[in-house]
């Protein structure tokens, strides 16, 4: 502002205001959004979404791997404020255009529809440590639903390490 930078060193001011913005934008609790959080929810989509925010708002994860048809679920996490990065895992390439519009969305062409249940989040997990996204001993946050393929049946919210993924029973 013009009163930070009056006086006999407004280069200095202005550079040590730089460092403290810096600063204290690297904690995670200033991008902390609490949209929503107050509200009752009005799908099983939405309440899965903000369970996940606050969770990863809340707990030391890197990402949030959401497996998504329409793209809705990664709307309604877009939403909140966090500074995890959110990737959407689509195999439409109209969900993946509509995805990247959205705040923190990263969109990432996969299908996973063939896959035998059981090996879905180890295998979307595995395409992004393929692509330098996570690593071993990284915490993730993966949500999907119980039917593959099927717009608005994102039902489920798992804590995952990188790594340690077990295949799942149906």
Request: hydrophobic letters at 40%; a neutral charge; one cysteine or more.
């Amino acid at each position: 502002s013009a009163e930070s930078a009056v006086g006999r060193h407004p280069v200095k001011v202005v550079a040590a205001l730089d460092r403290i913005c810096l600063a204290a934008e690297r904690h995670r609790s200033v991008l902390v959004s609490s949209h929503r959080m107050e509200s009752q929810f009005e799908s099983v989509e939405e309440t899965i979404a903000m369970a996940t925010m606050y969770t990863a708002n809340h707990y030391n994860v890197v990402g949030i791997l959401t497996l998504t048809e329409s793209g809705t679920t990664a709307k309604w996490m877009s939403r909140i404020s966090s500074g995890i990065p959110i990737y959407g895992v689509t195999r439409k390439e109209s969900t993946e255009r509509r995805m990247s519009l959205y705040r923190g969305v990263y969109p990432i062409a996969y299908d996973a529809t063939e896959l035998p249940r059981g090996d879905v989040n180890r295998a979307v997990v595995a395409e992004l440590q393929s692509r330098g996204l996570v690593h071993d001993g990284d915490w993730l946050i993966i949500t999907k639903g119980d039917f593959s393929g099927i717009e608005g049946g994102t039902n489920s919210m798992k804590i995952v390490k990188v790594g340690e993924i077990a295949g799942e029973r149906d």
